[in-house]
């Protein structure tokens, strides 16, 4: 395994100089230790001794789904909770414009087949930072050319209550459970029912129930603390030439869909629970109940609860993407071989699902 290992790091030190990728991390978990974290590259391309480690940060974006994903199972697995229960119930105030919304459960939500349409975007808008670096953008107009009165629409949002009703100019393009469809915004619903139920914050929930008792010490939520120099990464848009530096991700409302920073090292604890239950959050059945297939997609291919499963090789793998302005991020799992693996860098529209299986086929 060492040899291979020695190996996969040179895959990656040629991938992230044929990609002009400024830094890049990786960590391996196997039969429930880490056995491999490393960083690759620089933070900031105006300081090439800013090393990336595995200890850097870096927002997952739409891996946090899978942390919003996995405290409803623990609030089902630890009161009167159901997944499988209508959302008018836990919200009474929820509509959509048209379709059988009162059908529509957060198992629905989670596993993207609650027959949303996956191009609403009001909640990816609610970054500032986004909005502002976007909106001038060729490649972003149509956004803002759906949605003339945008700033008006998002002046009006104000707590996760009122994206929940702002679902109301929505309409269904599926009847639920009939098909899927990724639908970053409904994610938010999802935590207006963590919070209606729990009496907690989403923020607090999480980190009450998941970072802690994983202790994930480096897994923070929309950071606007002081965090360690040697923390710290830049974020870039893949461009002609040098990488254009972007804004951090910043999503106080939209936070459940996208906006934990951790590190590789933090992530493979992450990993350890999902596979072997180490911290004691989610029951097995309730792990199980995650990676198991609800909404098929395509051939060898579909959706679990916060986790996409796929077949590699005759393999089980289990995982997620993220992706986002600045920054991509990929983590994977062999269940029956436990094996993770978890990979970032500071630059968006990078493939890193395609690396993630190149090296899991190299190791086993």
């Not at 996760?160 to 970053?184: K, M, V």
């Not at 350890?272 to 609800?294: C, D, E, F, R, Y």
Request: with cysteine; net charge negative.
């Amino acid at each position: 395994m060492k040899e291979k290992l020695g190996n996969i790091a040179n895959l990656l030190n040629q991938y992230r100089s044929s990609h002009n990728i400024p830094g890049l991390t990786m960590s391996i978990v196997s039969n429930g230790e880490i056995i491999y974290k490393q960083g690759f590259g620089t933070v900031s391309v105006d300081n090439p001794f800013a090393r990336a480690t595995a200890d850097t940060l870096f927002p997952i974006a739409d891996i946090t789904k899978n942390f919003t994903a996995t405290a409803l199972v623990h609030l089902e697995e630890t009161t009167s909770f159901s997944l499988d229960v209508p959302v008018i119930k836990y919200l009474p105030y929820f509509r959509t414009k048209n379709g059988a919304y009162d059908k529509i459960t957060t198992k629905h939500i989670l596993s993207h087949t609650a027959g949303f349409p996956n191009d609403i975007w009001i909640v990816t808008l609610l970054d500032k930072g986004l909005y502002t670096f976007s909106k001038d953008m060729p490649e972003y107009q149509h956004i803002f050319e759906r949605f003339p009165d945008m700033d008006g629409q998002l002046a009006d949002l104000e707590t996760r209550e009122d994206i929940t009703r702002y679902f109301a100019n929505t309409s269904l393009e599926d009847e639920p459970g009939e098909s899927w469809n990724y639908c970053t915004d409904a994610y938010v619903i999802a935590a207006d029912v963590l919070e209606k139920l729990s009496g907690l914050s989403w923020e607090t929930y999480v980190s009450k129930y998941i970072l802690r008792p994983m202790q994930l010490e480096h897994t923070y939520i929309n950071p606007t603390f002081d965090v360690p120099d040697e923390e710290k990464g830049n974020y870039y848009m893949k461009g002609i030439g040098e990488p254009t530096q972007v804004p951090a991700l910043n999503n106080r409302l939209g936070a459940p869909t996208c906006a934990i920073y951790t590190t590789v090292n933090d992530m493979a604890t992450y990993l350890l629970n999902h596979m072997h239950g180490k911290g004691n959050v989610l029951s097995a059945p309730g792990l199980a109940k995650m990676q198991a297939p609800i909404a098929r997609r395509e051939a060898g291919f579909s959706h679990g609860l916060g986790w996409e499963i796929k077949q590699l090789d005759g393999m089980k793998m289990v995982a997620h993407a993220g992706e986002y302005l600045g920054v991509s991020s990929f983590v994977s799992m062999i269940p029956e071989r436990k094996f993770g693996l978890t990979l970032f860098c500071n630059m968006d529209t990078i493939k890193l699902g395609k690396l993630s299986e190149r090296i899991v086929k190299r190791l086993l």
